[in-house]
């Protein structure tokens, strides 16, 4: 599988840049082969896919970064803003089950476990057909090597041919052909009317970080992995971190009940923490903001209000899910689940404001009111 490890440092290239390997063009779909529906989703119909370095050590990201033709992108801008984000990213994890396949149809897929999802469902890369043989296994390469260094905690470098047998997936079982019924961004009036012309990718305006999707395993203390066997500590359930306290409040932006759920590595799911608790973004300084998420027991989780959290909310299951970086620089993917898509979007609604406030340093009032 992995015949071109000899290539790795000609894979991995120059440390100083984010995107190791990349495949410039593809669609992205999400598959439920399981579903009533019967049907999977195209969630970009023109997308690039990148394996990214992050900012820590032995962390990378599976970044899929949707292209517009051009003049799409302002048409979008000017819609209702119920569009598609421009990017999916996911945190390189032997979770994910990542794979590279090639179709009866001829067709080159890179696909994965959606972690939010039902049992088999899956995100599906779709290769543009000009996509060469040895790009996609350059891919899946970097892919296991990434997933072995966050495993492991050392340099790829170090592995060797067996070790990285070991994130080769395709015996998951067969990755189903996507037949897509359009998301509603595909089917607006705002995406039919783009005229066909040459792709322009977007460029994000914020830090790579981690989707919906994409999670994270509580790190375990050098001492403690020093005396646990590796299988005994992959084995132990994701704890909560300590909640940080939360500053002194300006002004509230919303304020919440839902239910609160922490991924488990373990077993590969979102696990119930407290049935009720309460959500609240805050303004704590000058363009600083604050979440806050208190039970009727314990005080969860505080953090910052930054780009890095990746909110993603979906009004499908009226759940948001969001990173969270504790102190120690561990990193944990929380979900909030809401009663009903008011509740859900009362809360998008302030947090989305704080962080546009946060990154723009200046008040969405006033940039509405010069608007008008």
């Known amino acids: 599988m992995f015949a071109l490890k000899s290539l790795s440092k000609l894979v991995f290239g120059n440390a100083d840049k984010t995107n190791i390997v990349e495949i410039q063009q593809g669609q992205l779909y999400l598959v439920r082969p399981h579903s009533l529906k019967g049907s999977s989703e195209l969630i970009f119909k023109d997308a690039a896919a990148f394996i990214r370095r992050t900012g820590q050590e032995f962390q990378y990201h599976l970044a899929i970064q949707r292209a517009y033709e051009e003049g799409e992108e302002e048409l979008n801008e000017e819609g209702d803003g119920e569009g598609d984000k421009d990017e999916r990213i996911f945190i390189l994890d032997e979770s994910l089950r990542f794979r590279v396949s090639l179709q009866d149809t001829g067709d080159t897929i890179l696909a994965w476990r959606d972690l939010s999802g039902d049992s088999g469902d899956l995100y599906e890369f779709v290769c543009h057909s000009e996509t060469k043989p040895e790009t996609a296994a350059s891919f899946e390469l970097a892919a296991a090597q990434c997933q072995f260094e966050r495993k492991y905690r050392r340099s790829h470098e170090q592995a060797t041919e067996e070790e990285l047998e070991e994130f080769d997936f395709e015996g998951e079982g067969e990755v189903p052909e996507a037949n897509p019924v359009l998301s509603s961004a595909v089917q607006s009036p705002i995406a039919q009317s783009a005229k066909s012309s040459p792709i322009v990718t977007r460029t994000p305006r914020t830090p790579a970080y981690q989707e919906p999707g994409s999670m994270a395993r509580d790190s375990t203390k050098k001492h403690i992995a020093a005396a646990t066997p ?8 994701t704890k909560a971190p300590a ?7 300006r002004e509230v932006l919303c304020s919440e009940h839902a239910e609160l759920h922490l991924f488990d590595f373990t077993s590969g799911t979102f696990v119930l923490q407290d049935a009720s608790v309460h959500a609240q973004v805050s303004e704590v300084g000058n363009w600083k903001y604050w979440l806050q998420i208190v039970g009727t027991k314990q005080d969860w989780l505080g953090q910052e209000v930054i780009a890095d959290i990746n909110p993603v909310f979906n009004f499908e299951y009226l759940s948001f899910i969001f990173n969270h970086y504790s102190e120690d620089g561990s990193a944990y993917s929380w979900l909030l689940k ?6 859900e979007e009362r809360f998008q609604e302030g947090l989305m404001q704080a962080l546009w406030e946060n990154q723009n340093q200046l008040k969405w009032a006033k940039a509405i009111k010069d608007a008008d």
């Open 230 to 237: 590796q299988k005994a500590i992959e084995q132990t359930p």
């Open 243 to 249: 909640s940080r306290a939360a500053p002194t409040s």
């Open 338 to 343: 809401f009663k009903d898509r008011e509740t």
